[in-house]
């Protein structure tokens, strides 16, 4: 696959990383001549010096050839133009752009977008893609990160395996036994850095890190057999009133009217922005390392502090101070991911990694064949994919037990006509049966070949 | 100057022509003298003011921020003191009645000064409802191009902004006077027509009309309202009660479907929950009131309690049936009408505006206690509000609390009873004159005085009053601040 990506920064350093281990042929385009050498020096890919949405430098790029564009700039207006010179000069076919201003994406604006205007297939929109990973962790703070998928009826769940794990040291073909009615499927376990697919014989240790494909609405419960039973957080601190906190607070008013959010913002015009767009959350001005204002904020009674400043260092100490005056949890947003590995040692209980999530997002719409959703776990070491089975598959028709699918893969949950069904050793997928599957980075290409669209097919 | 001048010319020149419908109704009702006379007033009053406009008609200057203030005072002391004499000689009344009867009438304040209409002739009945009726028109126009513009008392600032040429601020006058006026002629030509179709005669209906569009509270002389038409006539009083007392920009936005601005739109809004409220509560003490429920049915109980609480957001004050109001505790009536209708309407008091943006800025301090460190928005609905715009509302307030405390002391000082003095100091204040009765007094109390038993040093203090409150009694103090004049 041809791919250009407009933008050489961190998000597109990730996806260009990523597109070039699976072996596809990426061309980076940046007007920083550093970041264009650095980018070839490290990966496998072409660099190209120039502005992203000029016409030459997309033709030097091989836009002619490309199958997609990738606009990850820093600036809107240069990735929509990237995306429309790439539709009207080379017709480019599937173009993606990152839009980070919301005036853009209001509803009444959508027809901005249509096919005639400018016909970008897929708007990523960071903040609202971290936002809703951090709704996600407060609708369910036990779990260290929560996925959805099949429209929400699905969730997979990142489980911390600690001491008050009760079924450590038990086989997974025992979990089924011990919870008949438990839809729930063990997918994915990192352990000691490294990510394992485990067979049904394998056990969960101290300190894994469990990914649980589950019914979405046995969520809660799944988390409680982890040990992780804890309430929705209603008394939420918030460190950084910037996009993403304000896209937060708007959707924590609309989503849990029992929460009572305070956000604290150095910036007075930012805090004063945020005042006038939200109605019940408070709003303090100052340092989010201020302990003073932390405990006007209440941070001694509140249940979360969701720490997300342009500075991961502002965002590491905010937790931990926070944790240290009383909160009962912590989740901070660290886009070095030099620093996620000892996020534990220092008290933070749960961090995100905003370029991985955004990178998640775009694979997505990379991946070939009936792939709807696709979700990069452990720095992208697997991913859990959700796709359409086809009459073509070679799933289809067959007892799981049957298939002998290969170590690295595990299906963790099958949609029937939107029903959830529990994976088992007779269960047969059918045509049209939406399947959620982890596949370590190695098999992916095989995961694809799963579900693409052959010839058979039509 | 030449845009005073102008603007006294345009208003003086619709004045006269609206005196023609009293004079054609005098010519109706067989009453020729008073016919000839008000044509004769209608075209005097005409060709002063046509004369007036023309030679002031393009003149370049500019209207400043003081002027446009003296305009609006100047404006509504000459009015009523031109219109006092076509009053007088219609009712056959002395000046000094006809004076407050006039400015009863402009400000809306419909103060019945005459005491039983029945012996009345008909045309004068028409003249002072059509003076009411101009008198609401006068009211939104006044707001909307002179005080408005100046920010007075910390209006939400319109549009246009004082400082342009005179030749422009009189097409601008001209151009809003225009709209203005089809949009309330055609508002009151709606009512009237519903008010026929309720089966309220067409007399009945003409002053009806008037009182409603402009929230006044004249009532024909055929008695009281319950008994002129059914409940439905009530629901359309109520109707345009609540259409006067809403802004203008408002119905504008409604009428253009502006959607964004109608979502950000927050003073009708609250406006109308509290006549809703108001109505309800007013239902339930119908309902539990020993023998109200026999005497009327729950559908006319239900018609009287909305036309009742639209009557008191609208600061008509005007009742369904004398004595409604004293069902309601008397603090409760007057803290209503003082906090009055909408901006941009025809409606009196303190405006809802104000006294949210009061409770608005009242509750962020509040919060200040609690979170020191706590940002707060400066914006609510539409609306910005800045210190500046605080400082403003806070002084009208203020400004306005102490207009009232001293026109309550001067009427009892002039021998109206001291609780009485407060009421129709209220009730004239926010331009609510039927509010204002007899009714109230605790039983075996004197010297509660109704309108037309008052001496004419009453009249003449509730009058000043009337106007005060009218004009946002700030624009009064710039006019007549001596620092002004001396420092010129």
């Known amino acids: 696959m041809k791919i250009i990506i407009c933008g050489a920064g961190q998000v597109g350093y990730g996806i260009a990383e990523r597109l070039a281990k699976e072996g596809n042929d990426v061309s980076v385009i940046d007007n920083s001549a550093e970041l264009v050498q650095n980018i070839q020096d490290k990966l496998d890919v072409r660099g190209y010096y120039g502005h992203g949405s000029h016409p030459d430098v997309l033709a030097r790029a091989g836009a002619e050839q490309a199958d997609m564009i990738i606009a990850v700039t820093l600036y809107d207006e240069v990735n929509m133009v990237a995306c429309q010179v790439a539709h009207s000069l080379f017709n480019v076919p599937t173009k993606l752009a990152r839009i980070r201003a919301q005036s853009y994406r209001q509803p009444h604006w959508q027809n901005l977008f249509a096919r005639q205007h400018m016909p970008i297939d897929v708007i990523i929109s960071p903040e609202i893609e971290v936002g809703e990973v951090i709704l996600r962790r407060i609708a369910l703070p036990g779990a260290r990160d929560i996925v959805p998928f099949a429209d929400e009826k699905v969730a997979m769940l990142a489980i911390d395996c600690d001491e008050e794990c009760p079924v450590i040291d038990t086989p997974l073909s025992q979990l089924s036994e011990l919870f008949p009615d438990l839809n729930a499927t063990v997918v994915g376990i990192s352990r000691n850095g490294e990510m394992i697919a485990p067979r049904s014989g394998d056990q969960i240790l101290f300190g894994d890190l469990a990914y649980v494909v589950t019914d979405r609405s046995q969520a809660r419960r799944t988390l409680s057999i982890f040990g992780k039973e804890r309430g929705e957080a209603s008394r939420i601190v918030i460190a950084g009133g910037g996009n993403i906190g304000l896209y937060l607070c708007r959707k924590i008013e609309e989503l849990m009217p029992a929460a009572r959010v305070r956000v604290i913002e150095r910036s007075r015009e930012t805090a004063v922005r945020m005042a006038e767009g939200l109605d019940r959350t408070v709003i303090l001005h100052g340092s989010a390392l201020d302990e003073a204002l932390l405990m ?109 699918l290969p170590d690295g893969i595990r299906i963790g949950a099958i949609l029937h006509e939107g029903e959830f069904v529990q994976p088992g050793g007779n269960t047969v997928i059918r045509p049209r049966d939406s399947i959620i599957i982890l596949a370590l980075a190695e098999r992916v290409r095989q995961v694809e070949q799963m579900f693409r669209v052959s010839l058979e097919y039509f | 100057m030449f845009a005073l001048f102008n603007y006294i010319g345009l208003v003086g020149t619709f004045i006269s022509a609206v005196l023609l419908i009293p004079a054609l109704t005098a010519f109706g009702f067989r009453e020729t003298e008073n016919g000839f006379s008000l044509l004769i007033y209608a075209a005097l009053g005409g060709f002063l003011s046509v004369n007036l406009l023309v030679a002031t008609q393009g003149r370049g200057s500019m209207l400043k921020r003081g002027t446009a203030l003296m305009l609006a005072v100047f404006g509504w002391v000459l009015f009523p003191v031109a219109l006092a004499f076509p009053i007088a000689g219609t009712f056959s009344i002395s000046y000094s009645d006809a004076l407050f009867e006039a400015v009863s009438a402009l400000t809306t304040t419909a103060a019945d000064g005459l005491g039983s209409l029945e012996t009345r002739p008909a045309s004068a009945i028409v003249l002072r409802a059509s003076l009411q009726w101009i008198g609401g028109l006068l009211t939104i126009l006044t707001f909307l191009v002179l005080l408005g513009p100046t920010g007075v008392g910390g209006l939400p600032k319109t549009r246009r902004s004082i400082g342009e040429g005179a030749g422009r601020v009189a097409t601008v006058i001209s151009r809003m006077t225009s709209s203005l006026t089809r949009y309330y002629v055609g508002a009151t030509l709606v009512c009237f027509a519903l008010l026929l179709l ?169 919060a200040k206690l609690v979170y020191p460190h706590a940002v707060a928005p400066r914006h609510f609905g539409t609306e910005t509000y800045n210190l500046q715009i605080m400082k403003a509302i806070w002084v009208m307030s203020i400004s306005s609390i102490v207009a009232i405390a001293v026109g309550s002391g001067l009427l009892a000082m002039l021998g109206l009873d001291f609780q009485a003095s407060i009421t129709a100091s209220v009730a004239a204040f926010t331009n609510a004159g039927p509010a204002y009765s007899p009714d109230w007094a605790p039983r075996g109390t004197e010297g509660w005085l109704a309108y037309h038993e008052m001496s004419s040093g009453m009249k003449f203090a509730l009058a000043a009053i009337m106007l005060v409150g009218h004009l946002e009694v700030v624009a009064f103090l710039v006019v007549i601040n001596p620092f002004r004049w001396l420092g010129r």
Not at chain 1, 343 to 371: A, E, F
Not at chain 2, 229 to 239: D, E, K, N, Q, R
Not at chain 2, 282 to 291: A, C, E, N, S, V
Not at chain 2, 312 to 319: A, D, F
């Open chain 2, 198 to 366: 309720t089966g309220v005669s067409p007399f009945d209906s003409l002053i009806l009309s008037s009182t409603a569009i402009s929230s006044g509270g004249y009532l024909p002389p055929d008695g009281q309202l319950f008994e002129l038409g059914t409940p439905a006539t009530l629901l359309v009083m109520a109707f345009f009660f609540m259409l006067a007392a809403t802004s203008v920009y408002w119905h504008r936005m409604v009428g253009r479907w502006q959607i964004d601005n109608l979502r950000r739109h927050r003073e009708s809004y609250y406006l109308i929950a509290i006549m809703a409220a108001i109505s309800v509560f007013l239902l339930i003490i119908f309902l539990t009131t020993p023998g109200m429920r026999q005497a009327a049915g729950t559908f006319s109980l239900i018609s009287e309690a909305i036309f009742n609480a639209a009557s008191l957001v609208s600061t008509s004050g005007l009742q369904s049936n004398a004595g409604i109001f004293t069902l309601l505790s008397p603090a409760f009536v007057f803290a209503v009408l003082l906090i009055g209708g909408g901006t941009y309407s025809s409606a009196g008091g303190l405006k809802f505006y104000r006294v949210g943006a009061m409770l608005f800025h009242a509750r962020q301090d509040l």
């Open chain 1, 296 to 404: 006007e904020a209440g941070i001694n009674q509140a249940d979360l502090m969701v720490s997300i400043t342009n500075d991961d260092q502002v965002n590491i100490l905010a937790s931990v101070l926070a944790k240290k005056l009383g909160c009962g949890s912590n989740l901070a947003l660290l886009n070095n991911a030099g620093y996620h590995g000892f996020t534990k040692s220092l008290g933070i209980d749960d961090y995100i990694n905003p370029r991985s999530v955004t990178i998640s997002r775009v694979l997505q719409h990379v991946r070939r064949g009936r792939i709807k959703g696709v979700y990069s776990i452990h720095n992208g070491a697997a991913e859990v994919i959700e796709a359409q089975a086809l009459d073509t598959s070679p799933l289809v028709g067959k007892p799981l037990r049957e298939l002998d």
